[in-house]
């Protein structure tokens, strides 16, 4: 399924709407060019999850965690674009976060199959600047994709 997000505001809208759809054990993955719009989702999201002022990029944190009463329920903005080896990834403890927390990954492809029931999002961004969404929807997101 593909969408079109037509500029800063409507990536960050579609994110407070995942907000409303996503619980712990969930994964979001987001894929895309550098300026994109993957944390613009991810900053959307953690707003409507309560949180005040601008998520900063994990870019160099790699793992940036929230929990409440910062935010609603426990969230791991992770952002992989610096991992270079798999091994790196296991070492985060993502997957003992994961039973708990709601996981929105930047750059999942540096850790190929790792998450394959992840609700996946890629952007691209058109030649007017507008942003295309393709999402693979798996069966647990189903219904929950139907509200977006």
């Excluded at 712990?24 to 895309?32: A, R």
């Excluded at 005040?52 to 791991?76: K, N």
């Excluded at 091994?87 to 850790?111: M, Q």
């Amino acid at each position: 399924m593909t969408m079109m997000l037509a500029d800063a505001a409507a990536t960050e809208a579609l994110g407070a709407r995942l907000a409303l759809l996503a619980g712990p054990g969930d994964v979001i993955t987001l894929t895309g060019p550098l300026g994109a719009g993957k944390t613009s989702i991810a900053r959307g999201l953690l707003a409507a999850l309560g949180l005040e002022g601008e998520a900063p990029s994990p870019s160099f944190a790699i793992v940036q965690p929230y929990a409440p009463p910062e935010v609603s329920m426990p969230v791991l903005h992770v952002d992989l674009y610096r991992i270079d080896e798999p091994d790196e990834i296991e070492e985060l403890g993502l997957d003992e976060a994961l039973s708990d927390s709601l996981l929105v990954v930047e750059w999942p492809e540096r850790a190929p199959g790792m998450w394959p029931e992840a609700l996946a999002l890629a952007l691209t961004i058109e030649p007017d600047g507008t942003r295309a969404l393709t999402a693979q929807v798996p069966a647990a997101w189903k219904a929950r994709w139907r509200q977006i």
